[in-house]
């Protein structure tokens, strides 16, 4: 029971988030969004940067499972596959998608004027990375790590970027899914212009690669 209030409230704070922006977060409503007591809410978070640093916590680690979702019809993917596939589930036109799509983005925003969200939100940031960086090993084995890490960078910022302009009703779903899929190829084809393509994974026996890690914004780690 008193896992289920938990989430609860951190799905009432990712919701108020979402739609009033993180100072738009005050707890006496956040109560009422998650029909619980203010004083469960200090209990279980202590206080309003708790709050948030678990709710950031909450929505790296929901991201992490609807991207990996329905896992049997990515059966026979080779890595580019599976790292297209990841990359394009970020864009998927769900309640639950866009409303924590839309609360990372107003958590991102804020760090520009609260210093004690930067950190958590640059841990978040780097397992992100480090896990499109694993996949991109998966694919181009022989390819440096500090390599497969620039490239990481860049398309998990354009993922942001492109988010933010359909969520915002600037790009259609289907466009911003197209140049995601156009910025991974050119992403490739750098690789590929100093690291061959028959060097890569694209099928049959990976070789091996930095294991994929739950994106949560309290366990940074080496990013590969």
């Known amino acids: 029971m008193a896992t289920d209030r938990r ?28 029909r619980v007591s203010t004083a469960l809410i200090y209990y279980h978070f202590k206080d309003r940067a708790g709050i948030l640093r678990h709710t950031l916590e909450f929505i790296s680690d929901r991201a992490d499972r609807y ?40 958590l991102r925003a804020s760090a520009v004027f609260e210093p004690e969200l930067r950190t958590e939100l640059a841990r978040a940031g780097l397992t992100w990375v480090h896990d499109v960086a694993a996949l991109l090993a ?16 860049r398309l998990t910022a354009l993922t942001e970027g492109l988010s933010t302009r359909w969520l915002s009703g600037a790009l259609p779903l289907d466009r911003a899914r197209e140049l995601m899929r156009a910025a991974l190829s050119v992403e490739l084809r750098h690789l590929g212009r100093h690291w061959p393509p ?20 309290l366990d940074p780690g080496p990013v590969a």
């Open 7 to 34: 989430t609860a409230i951190l799905e009432g704070a990712a919701r108020v988030i979402a739609r009033r922006g993180v100072r738009g977060l005050r707890v006496e409503e956040l109560a009422v969004e998650a």
């Open 67 to 106: 991207t990996a979702a329905d896992e049997s019809s990515a059966e026979g993917f080779d890595a580019r596959q599976e790292l297209e596939r990841s990359l394009l589930l970020e864009f998927q036109d769900l309640p639950e998608v866009r409303e924590n799509s839309t609360a990372w983005g107003e």
């Open 138 to 153: 998966e694919a181009c084995p022989a390819v440096p790590a500090p390599t497969l890490t620039a490239s990481a960078e």
């Open 198 to 217: 028959e060097t890569w994974n694209t099928g049959g026996p990976k070789e091996a690669a930095p294991p994929r890690r739950e994106r949560t914004s």
